[in-house]
């Protein structure tokens, strides 16, 4: 029963923990070299057997010994060479290779046998076993290539067959009992427990590609091949055998992120040692390559403006990454590369979950040039004791801006934090137009970088374009509907019918000029010199345009006018309100005195007296349109008509 809870819980494990139930083999046998090695009679072998390069191992004995039984007999070490081998053969140490070489040249039949590579004393130290064959004639099969991989480095290697195979399918396969279990292939096939670890490009040269292999655990070591066609069918193929230890000072990186959306994400990669002439590459995995996003040249793809930045650290030789204002699109994942340390390459899955973000405020804010503005950034308790800071962004990373207190008396932005609100502050005060970009808020703890916040900072230049000054001819007197600061009417006054006054032009005209701009300035005035045209033309007209309201003038009510014209002469009471679009006239005059004028005047001295009358009520209406509708009109006639 206890075995069978055993298995089940196994079971219940997740296929990611599969990577560490593997025995680490490195552990116990850190020595490694080809399984075989096969020469041809009279002919040279080169075997090449690698070691952790630590202090005590690149200067420990290095041994080449025959295996006899329970015992190994040393053919040659870093001290000693066995007679009968002297003057073809050799050891050589390579200790920045972490590798040491044994040389046999003028091969025999005898010298085939199973034989060891080692570090210290024979059967004691550590110690690789190898098979040697001796042909009596070629051909003599190809070795296998090796690749010493140091535990959750990047392995690249690149396969070339040829010309002939540059239309045919490229491949990745590992060797297993079932077969060759592909890995990666041209047609972007590619293993579920390998997705988004494992790429395959092409070079150059035809029918060359590589393959690389990030995050090498203790169960990728083994036997590869790399081909072109189908492997064991056709085409031709390659064998690489792999073989993964512990390397010292090789952190384990995160294999998986996670981020809430609209929150930010933190990645790191190793650079060690950091060297100047070394590019730094930062991109999402697809199936055809690997998408840059950023590098340390200033690139950035478009679309990741503000959102992404790089920062160096010196002091533990990594690269950190932060990925702002996180959506669900940006699942999937993310490499480091370089041009220059291959094995320092990684990739990490970014996971975008929902929630809500820890750093929280405004992210688009807009502002004028001189004003003052205050970006705010609220964090919880969990950050209250982590140290906050603004950034401005850039393109090669997000230069810290000074606090508050080494600012002060100076120009520009300057940080606080508001304990009592748990609210980090940047003000301008005042803003400048070098002001705009996009700013980062953030928190770090022990010198880690943490959470980020973006925001989009735009600056415009004075006052509404949408008003031009240069247009507005107005009384900057309350009586005559003066203009707010701004150069905009408030809908209260437009309500109210607050009408600029203008010697040539009506209020309708200038919102007109306002919104259509000088365009449709020059159209008015086309449209002035017209009705100019029509005043003359009175006596054919029944419609007159006054400002911005429309008055119907009919020929009676000029006949009315004339009528009150004359009979204010002679000092009567009368008046004349103005309701609305229509003149309403009341008289009470003797009709004796109205029925002489008349019989005085000709048709000519009508026409005339109805021009001037006109010309009168115009303008005292224009005059009297910034009253309201309800203004009272007092017109005289003209003195020389008594």
Known sequence: MILQAFLFLLALLPAGSARVRHLPKAASDPVFGPRQVHGVLGGSVIVKCFYPPTPVNRQDRKYWCRQVGSKCDTVVSSDYVKPGYRDRISLTNHPEAENFQINISALALEDAGTFQCGLGINGRGLSHTVTLTVAEAPPVPEAAELFYLKLHSTWTVSCSFGEDTADKRRYLCKKEKEGCRNIVNSHQEIDPGFQGRVLLTFEESPGSFSVTMTQMGWEDAGLYYCGAGEYGKEGKSKELDVFVYEGELF????????????????????????????????????????????????????????????????????????????????????????????????????????????????????????????????????????????????????????????????????????????????????????DEGWYWCGVKHNGVLGETMAVELRVSSGSDARHSPELLDVDSSPESGAVPPGGAYSDAEVRKGAVPESSDESHGSNTLALVLGPLAGLILIVVTAFAVVKYRQMKRSDLVSVGSYRTNISMSDFENLRDFSACNSVKENQETPVGGDEFLTTTDTQESTADTTKAKRSSKEDAELTYSSFLVTSDRIAQGSAGGDNAVLDVSPPQDRV
């Open 251 to 434: 952190p384990q990186l995160k294999t998986t992120v996670t981020g809430k959306s609209g929150s930010s994400a933190t990645f790191e990669c190793l650079y060690d040692p950091l060297k100047q002439s070394s590019t730094r590459i930062w991109c999402k995995w697809r199936l055809q390559g690997c998408d840059k996003i950023i590098d340390n040249t200033g690139y950035v793809k478009y679309g990741y403006e503000g959102r992404v930045a790089m920062f160096e650290n010196p002091e533990n030789k990594t690269v950190t990454i932060i990925l702002n204002q996180l959506r669900a699109k940006d699942e999937g994942f993310y490499w480091c590369m370089s041009n220059e340390l291959k094995e320092q390459q990684s990739s990490t899955e970014l996971k975008v979950v929902k929630g809500e973000p820890v750093l929280t405020g405004k992210k688009e804010v807009e502002a004028r040039v001189g004003s003052r503005v205050n970006l705010t950034c609220s964090y919880t308790c969990k950050y209250y004791s982590y140290e906050k800071y603004w950034c401005k962004w850039n393109y090669t990373g997000c230069a810290v801006l000074p606090a508050q207190g080494q600012g002060q008396g100076l120009p520009g932005p300057g940080t606080s934090c508001n304990a009592s609100t748990r609210t980090a502050v940047l003000s301008f005060d005042p803003l400048e137009e070098e």
